[in-house]
């Protein structure tokens, strides 16, 4: 059965011949007090804390992470310093498939997009001098993020600090692998499975950790449109509440430490509205569907980065005002924490230069702007509003008919997401094609010659002094040990127990990533996509 | 834009771990949409096994799409593995993140093009038909000699001409002893991994094995995303197996009008199975009767297809059933309906190809006939 994708806003008006002026008539039937609330009370609309950023501003949390674990941890230590309040890592390639930095598929890739970690050892050198009970960190990675959430419970350990201190994020959220970034290793379900044993692990142990950051970012960087990022990302976020419920946990137990990914596009009351309508959608699930008691449960919390997929390698110094209105989108729309990207990120990692003046970026929004001393500053907008219920109800409309589909899951087998996706992206390229959407420097004001700013080079010397450092490993570790984890680890994958016990005992055995992914794929067997288009 | 008389054919490929493929997906579709024939072998692919594919499919133009920064190390490897086998008249083009820098060191190594996340669709689509022009398909008559010497690049230019209307100029292509197996199902029941796992079966028997998988052409625009193969590929390329996507060309039923005589000059050629995946068209697919000696239908669990078991068509056809995808709830109960519907008489089996389990009596099951 082949299921036509909801046309959406975009599609069906196209670009207006005339700016719509909104006014009263547009907000018919509309009550503020159902449909906005107070800041800090249901449907959270206008924000989840009674005085935003008035109270605490957001995190600035800039992803960083590349070449070898001392490289990123030097880069962790000079963002500390100049007033970064958490740390964000990036993983290389490899890492992000599961695979160890001597593995054949990861020639020219370590260190090459992010920081290469096969082993505890590694993990260990990426933290040195940095107090797990101090900072916050979150982790981007997926397939294999249960393995390193146990290496970072071991890092910890070794500084004396136990799991319940430890504060952070594992972006963990599988499901939009299969949608879009393509990151996956195992089927979907036992995929699925795998996360909420580390949803079940962190309830039960660390309770400050946020387990899942359910992420809307590479969905809308593959090409969905605002209305299917938001609508797929609470999809998910249903998925992974309901496979917790049903493994016997509490939704209050564990809802509050879900939190949210969402990309900053550059529509920019679009983006707004996004984010408005994301936390009245979720409030609405969480209390109504779910039946989750605290209010705590209720709250959509996100972190927001600038869409990458907007910046151009051409005149890369425009990319700056880019993501600086990306990230004025970002803070109205009431995020928790912002990432916003360095300008060169299409022709490499970030130079240090780039990434201080991204992080620049926020630090004149929040202390020079004034926007942080209002709450929802547009609430009320006639225009705002009208678009703020027009996204939920597209939202809600394409979240029925994943339900109508038997949900996430099942969509996914039909291969639902991925043809929605493709198609948003061929109409936007054909609106860029015709000259309906115009970039910048790319279809208009166009310049020919070099880029001249100065970018980052990785050098091959970071693979081979770590596939080095991992060939000695595996030479030096206790052999028997070794072998033992991880019998214990297929073991427990076969019985379907709870695995973050046997990845932690393999984690302390020196198992390194790509042998930890190898005994589950035994198990759980390996994916080959679903259906493409 | 001129039209030649039939559609471009273009191999569309990402090499590497980079799972990036908006641009390839989004370009696929369009060039689809465009009136040319895409061959797209999907992710986590190795330049040997592209250039393989390239091979066996004969297509016009080879385009790469990477973002992964890696092109001075992939490019070169490319074009060493064309020159290795021999088809260094297939022209090969880049995308991606591609510094300007590296451009006319790239074009210079040999490339035809390459194009920038600034380059038009449309831009893209004229200089391909501009290639694809300038690669001409071999008369059947200009590679008999090679096809009687077991060169596959002839097997595969003697398929172009017979889909491009070549006749075969009286030539007859001998005739072999090849097992002819139509494999059918409704989309997503997951044909192509299917066969992928059973063709690799009955390699390791040490059998000669040719798939050739059929996918739907647009009736107007002539174009096709034929995406089968991406299932059937792995890294490393068998060169015992012969894989080739052919466009249904409007045939009806699904069916290529050319699978008739290209299955004949498959069967020449001395390969021992030939594997026919054709779209599920479902109940109405029953042509592919005519051209198969047996029929295997796939099924997956909860598929709604219960309903077509008493149904005439598909399922009167088919020899035997395989319940794919068994790893997925239902399988259970859809095994139970559809024993109750077609009886014991007829082989039905379990299969899952995620977790590599039940192919093998399959396998045992197309080894043994006769």
């Keep these: ?533 | 834009m001129s039209k030649t008389k039939y559609p471009p054919r273009v191999l569309l490929a990402k090499i590497g771990l980079d799972g990036h493929d908006r641009g390839v997906k989004v370009l696929a579709r369009s060039f689809r949409d465009a009136g040319i024939e895409v061959i797209y072998t999907g992710l986590w692919q190795t330049c040997e096994a592209t250039m393989h594919a390239a091979l066996q499919e004969d297509v016009d133009v080879v385009g790469v799409s990477l973002l992964s920064a890696a092109h001075m190390t992939v490019m070169p490897e490319m074009l060493r593995y064309r020159k290795e086998m021999g088809i260094e008249h297939i022209p090969v083009v880049l995308g991606g993140i591609v510094p300007e820098a590296d451009h006319p060191k790239l074009l210079e190594m040999g490339l035809a093009a390459v194009f920038n996340p600034g380059s038009s669709v449309d831009s893209i689509i004229v200089k391909l038909r501009e290639l694809a022009a300038g690669h001409a398909s071999a008369r059947i008559g200009d590679v008999r000699t090679g096809y009687e010497q077991g060169d596959m690049r002839a097997l595969a230019k003697i398929i172009t001409a017979i889909q491009r209307g070549d006749a075969l100029d009286g030539w007859d292509p001998p005739t072999g002893n090849a097992r002819v197996i139509g494999i059918t199902g409704a989309p997503g029941v997951g044909k192509s991994s299917f066969i992928g796992r059973l063709a690799k079966r009955l390699r390791l028997r040490d059998r000669r094995v040719a798939v050739l998988a059929i996918d739907p052409s647009s009736p107007i625009t002539g174009g096709a995303l034929l995406g089968d193969r991406l299932r059937m590929m792995s890294g490393e390329p068998d060169y015992g197996l012969f894989i080739r996507s052919l466009s249904s060309g409007g045939g009806a039923g699904g069916l290529s009008p050319a699978a008739p005589a290209v299955l004949k000059v498959l069967d020449g050629f001395g390969f021992d199975f030939i594997l026919v995946e054709t779209v599920g068209a479902g109940q109405g697919d029953v042509s592919v009767r005519e051209l198969v000696d047996h029929t295997l239908l796939l099924l997956m669990p909860d598929s709604g297809d219960s309903v077509q078991f008493s149904k005439a068509g598909i399922v009167e056809i088919a020899n035997a059933f395989v319940i794919n995808k068994c790893d997925l709830p239902g399988a259970d109960s859809t095994h139970a309906q559809l024993l109750s519907s077609v009886g014991e008489d007829r082989p039905i089996w379990k299969a899952s190809t995620i977790r590599d389990e039940g192919i093998d009596a399959v396998a045992d099951w197309v080894a043994a006939l006769q």
């Design chain 1, 1 to 533: 059965m082949s299921v036509q994708p909801y046309e959406g806003r975009k599609a069906k008006s196209g670009t207006p011949k005339e700016p719509p002026c909104a006014g009263p008539d547009d907000l018919n039937g509309f009550d503020p007090v159902l449909a906005l609330g107070d800041p800090g009370s249901f449907p959270f609309t206008r924000g989840i804390h009674r005085t935003m950023y008035g109270g605490r501003l957001w995190t600035m949390r800039q992803f960083a992470g590349f070449g070898s674990a001392d490289d990123t941890n030097q880069r962790f230590k000079y963002l500390l310093s100049h007033g970064q309040t958490g740390l964000s890592t990036a993983f290389d390639l490899p890492t992000l498939m599961g695979r160890d930095s001597d593995d054949p598929l990861s020639l020219g890739e370590v260190g090459r997009c992010g920081v290469a970690i096969s082993s505890l050892a590694d993990m260990r050198r990426l933290f040195v001098g940095i107090n797990l009970a101090e900072v916050s960190t979150s982790m981007t990675i997926n397939a294999p993020a249960a393995i390193l959430l146990a290496f970072y419970i071991c890092v910890a350990e070794e500084q004396g600090v136990s799991p319940d201190k430890l504060r952070g994020t594992l972006q963990n959220d599988i499901l939009k692998e299969f949608h879009a970034q393509n990151e996956y290793v195992f089927p979907p379900r036992p995929s699925v499975n795998l996360v909420i044993d580390t949803i079940e692990y962190c309830t039960h142990h660390m309770p400050q950790w946020n387990t899942v950051s359910i992420s809307g970012y590479h969905i809308r960087e593959a090409g969905a449109t605002a209305a299917q990022e938001l609508a797929f990302t609470l999809a998910d976020g249903v998925c992974y509440t309901k496979k917790s419920i049903e493994r016997g946990l509490d939704v209050d137990a564990f809802a509050q430490r879900l939190s949210f990914f969402f990309d900053v596009h550059n529509d920019f009351f679009e983006e707004i509205a996004k984010l408005r309508a994301s936390r009245r959608i979720w409030s609405k699930l969480m209390r109504d569907r779910f039946h989750a008691q605290q209010e705590r449960s209720w709250m959509l919390r996100m972190h927001c980065q600038t869409a990458g997929v907007t910046l151009t390698e051409q005149q890369p110094m425009n990319n700056l005002i880019r993501v600086a209105y990306q990230a004025l989108a970002a803070v109205l729309g009431g995020t928790q924490s912002l990432h916003t990207n360095s300008m060169d990120e299409t022709l490499a990692l970030p130079s240090e230069l780039a990434a201080k003046l991204a992080l620049r970026t926020q630090q004149i929004l929040a202390h020079e702007t004034h926007v942080t001393q209002a709450v929802d500053p547009l609430g009320g907008s006639y225009f705002v509003e009208k678009m703020t219920n027009e996204i939920e109800e597209e939202a809600w409309a394409i979240l029925d008919e994943i339900d109508a589909m038997g949900g996430v899951l099942a969509a996914v087998d039909r291969g639902y997401f991925r043809r929605c996706i493709t198609e948003s992206a061929q109409a936007e390229q054909r609106r860029i094609d015709q000259g309906e959407q115009k970039v910048v420097g790319v279809t208009d004001f166009v310049e020919k010659g070099p880029v001249d700013i100065p970018i980052l080079q990785i050098t091959q010397e970071t693979e081979d002094v770590q596939v080095a450092g991992l060939k000695e490993l595996k030479r030096t570790r206790d052999a028997g040990r070794h072998a033992a984890a991880l019998d214990r680890l297929r073991e427990d994958a076969r019985k379907g127990v709870n695995v973050m016990p046997a990845l932690i005992d393999a984690a302390k055995a020196d198992a390194t990533v790509g042998e930890m992914m190898d005994t589950m794929k035994g198990v759980f067997g390996a994916y080959d996509g679903g259906p493409e288009w």
